[in-house]
């Protein structure tokens, strides 16, 4: 069931990106531009990735995928009220150990 429930959840996130209803704080913005991404980048991410981890109780997924020149690219993000994706903050994911 909890499969089920994080499916529907990464599809709404996307629904949502794909409709221009999100948004990076500026935390955010920081560190994808230390990572050498930009919004672009983000936005693909999010629209290629799988949700790996939730914290229910705050309502944050992290969601993986890959930035527009193939690197792996991971988003902390919530659901506002107002229904839009905030995204807290972005990271190159990179393996344990780089």
Do not use: N
Not at 50 to 59: A, D, F, I, L
């Amino acid at each position: 069931m909890l499969w089920r429930s994080t499916l529907s959840r990464i599809k709404q996130i996307q629904s949502l990106v794909r409709s221009g209803l999100y948004y990076l704080t500026e935390h955010a913005l920081d560190e994808a531009a230390a990572d050498g991404f930009d919004i672009y980048d983000v936005e693909h991410g999010i629209l290629t990735g799988k949700v790996r981890m939730t914290w229910p109780k705050e309502g944050t997924y992290e969601v993986v995928g890959k930035a527009l020149d193939g690197r792996a690219i991971g988003a902390v993000c919530r659901l506002t009220q107002s229904g839009k994706v905030r995204v807290i903050t972005v990271y190159e994911d990179k393996p344990k150990g780089e």
